[in-house]
């Protein structure tokens, strides 16, 4: 493995990656909340409801296409040093491959959903897919301590492509451009990756293969996929009935409601990418630590909810006004049902690295897959009549029952919680913590 570079320590180390991949994180958000709404209001509700719906169909299929092996891939890299390069290249070539019939799995189910103009736009999109093998790249580097080389090129590629964006507003480009430019960051990503590895001597290992490392990588990213893949279907399926049950226009709606109000439930993996290795070693040498530290962090996570409930209730339509018109007026109920959804939502990303943590992985899928059906359900009913506001409550519930009352009832999670139901009362100790939260951290 790389020596840090520099002269850094570890914790140094640490320290820099973390503050990059904020950086990276934040600069996303920005560029996302800017250039995506100006995106959002010049398209209009319909043409925006198209494109929203084809980015969802993206979502999946990249998801897919990635195998879950990111995470295994960062841990093996770590502890394979001698053969790291046929392991990287491994799977480079196996998502490569693998994203190709994504790619054409995508274009069939954006043909049948949405029909030859979602086909046009998403064949645009999926193109892309095979070029996610540039993610074992990443790894490598990941698993090599050089995160920051993966926020750095994630703040690069993103500024290019936005701004890509920005050209293709000003000239009033068509979908198919907007499309473009959307996969632009992957593009360029990719491209900067696999030139900087053929610089950097890896082109031999970047054609590497072996049998026996793809069935080790798959035996253990397989379960991860599973266990993920309920979970974004969840997250995913509102947007796709919308454009089923009420078309295009009310779709548009949903999307651009949820690009502001992920903006809040980005704090959940922000939080748990800071959080998760000190909970980890909390959790092996101090179970009366590792609790506490559950506690404060479900406590932080419930007052960022209320936050949510708060602004938009008092601000949602303001800002729906200012950021996209009155074409999106609906959008300010979407975004205040969100905002309720936001509490179980949040403690539901803590609760699954939990269960990582303590091994009860299988509880994740569980839940996630009735939290699907229980949504598909209810969009089924509401979503006829109440369009986007009717799958945003459908969210809601769904969010409520898997994510914060499936603690209190399975018996298997009741220790979890009782640190949810603590959490709800943060605004009343949280503040008498918040001083030592440095030492209960450590």
Known sequence: MAEPCGGLGSGDMILRNLSWLTVSQIVRLVTGLIVGTWLTRALGPEKNGLLGTALVISSLMGFAAELGLRQVLIKELSVRELDGGLVMGTAARLMFFWGLVCSFVACGVAWWWGGMEMLIVGSILYASLPLNAYLAVLSRWDAEQQAQRTARLGILANTLAALARVVCILAGADLRWAAFTIVLEVVISAGVAFAWSINKGWSSDLWSWDRQVVRSLLRESLPLFMAHSGTLLLLRADQMMIYQLRGAAEAGVYAAATRLSEIVYAAGPLMI????????????????????????????????????????????????????????????????????ATLPFLHGELRSAVLVIEKKTLWSVRCAVAGLVINVLLNLWLVPHHGAVGAAWATAIAYTLVWFLSSLILPALRSIGAQQLAGLAAPGWIWRDLRHWRTLMS
């Open 273 to 340: 990418m800071t959080f998760l290795p000190i909970l980890s070693r909390s959790f092996q040498s101090d179970p009366g630590k590792y609790k506490k530290q559950c506690a404060w962090l479900f406590g932080a996570l419930s007052l960022v909810a209320y936050g949510s409930v708060v602004f938009w209730w008092l601000a949602g339509g303001w800002v729906v006004q200012l950021l996209y018109g009155e074409a999106y007026h609906e959008a300010a109920m979407v975004l205040l049902v969100h905002g309720l």
